[in-house]
């Protein structure tokens, strides 16, 4: 069982910056791939960017690449997205998660269904 608690979210001008953090309980944090995902009211939920368990790979959608950043510091159980010249459109509830497919494909670790375990959310609006 893991335990993922989010913090860092809050209220940010458009082309500001916000770092999220990810905490997770249990002592298998580093054989997880961690991923960030968002959602908006209305929506469903979007995947944002994503890291492999030995944290050598990174992935990100095509609406945040060259802004966001995603690292993790398995020493810390933490998994981290630091987002940069942020737009009203990054407004959501953003959602840590973890999956324990370490062979997770490319294509699939940018899928909801994979995740075994999903944070609370916090909150980031973007004001414009």
């Known amino acids: 069982q893991v335990q993922l608690v989010e913090s860092g979210g809050g209220l940010v001008q458009a082309g500001g910056s916000l770092r999220l953090s990810c905490t997770a309980s249990?002592?298998?944090?580093?054989?997880?791939?961690m991923a960030w995902f968002r959602q908006a009211p209305g929506k469903e939920r979007e995947f944002v960017a994503a890291?492999?368990?030995?944290?050598?790979?990174?992935y990100y959608a095509d609406s945040v690449k060259g802004r966001f950043t995603i690292s993790r510091d398995n020493a810390k159980n933490t998994v981290y997205l630091q987002m940069s010249y942020l737009k009203s459109e990054d407004t959501a509830v953003y959602l840590c998660a973890a999956d324990a497919h370490v062979l997770q494909s490319s294509l699939n670790i940018r899928m909801v269904g994979p995740y075994d375990y999903w944070g609370q959310g916090t909150q980031v609006t973007v004001s414009s």
């Open positions: 890291v492999k368990w030995s944290g050598g790979t990174t």
């Open positions: 249990g002592r298998t944090f580093s054989r997880y791939n």
